[in-house]
């Protein structure tokens, strides 16, 4: 079957019911907006395993996705939505564009949690952008976008109790959201170590992609170790 949407990492299928969708991982790494490229592999699988493990946890806690339910190694059904074209980045510590943006010292703590917007762009570069840009590019409305923000603050919360469950500090991450059938805004695309940069909460040891960004080696042992810790924690 052909997929309907290829992207850097995912492949979306079709499927029987027209409002699943079947999303499968692949194993293509890139960064720098697709100027650095590999493939590891095992990163489809790992990856998914892990955006399973996060939504699962994060629906216990109240927090709708778009999961519908595992399928195999690389692939999850999730729910047909319309991708919204605002990624929204949260930031507990300086790491990162921030620090190029700001010349911070990577791992600063921030008093209080940043929520960035950026356009959903390849061709871009996914530029950073705030409600009023997003109002005039009709991408999203001043309600979705206070929504988004409020959302992504509680989506941290969750996540970093979880992580630091884990012995893994969140740095910060990328989420993307979707629209369902109903209007509903809900948590969509993936939660890894490709979106999250995750540090050993105490040796700081880079756990995420930053090891590939920044050839640092070990790079699916990270997410192996990610992995290993979050099925730990689960039980
Ligand atoms: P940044 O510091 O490069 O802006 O990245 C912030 C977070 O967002 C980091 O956890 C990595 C993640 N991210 C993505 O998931 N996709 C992207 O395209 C970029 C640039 C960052």
């Known amino acids: 079957m052909e997929p309907i949407y290829e992207g850097k990492a995912k492949k979306l299928f079709t499927t029987d019911d027209p409002e699943v969708l079947r999303m499968e991982y692949k194993d293509d790494a890139t960064a720098f907006n697709a100027q650095k490229k590999a493939k590891f592999e095992n990163k489809g699988r790992l990856n998914k395993a892990i955006t399973l493990l996060m939504y699962q946890m994060m629906e216990e806690k109240g927090v709708p996705t778009h999961l519908v339910s595992d399928v195999d190694e690389v692939n999850l059904l999730v729910k047909k939505v319309d991708i919204l074209m605002v ?140 992995l290993a810790r979050l099925e730990k924690a689960r039980g």
């Open 87 to 226: 990624e929204v980045i949260v930031r507990n510590s300086a790491a990162g564009s921030f620090c190029k943006r700001t010349a911070m010292e990577e791992g600063t703590e921030f008093k209080i949690p940043i929520v960035e917007f950026s356009y959903k762009s390849d061709e871009l570069g996914d530029p950073l952008i705030n409600e009023d840009y997003a109002r005039e590019m009709n991408i999203a409305s001043p309600e979705d976008c206070a929504f988004l923000k409020k959302q992504a603050l509680v989506i941290n919360d969750v996540m970093s109790a979880f992580f630091l469950q884990c012995g893994l500090k969140l740095v910060d991450f990328k989420i993307e959201f979707g629209k369902d059938c109903n209007g509903k805004i809900v948590l969509a695309d993936e939660v890894s170590p490709d979106t999250c940069r995750l540090w050993d909460a105490t040796t700081g040891k880079k756990m995420d992609k930053d090891r590939f960004r920044e050839d640092l080696g070990g790079v699916m042992e990270g997410y192996e170790e990610v």
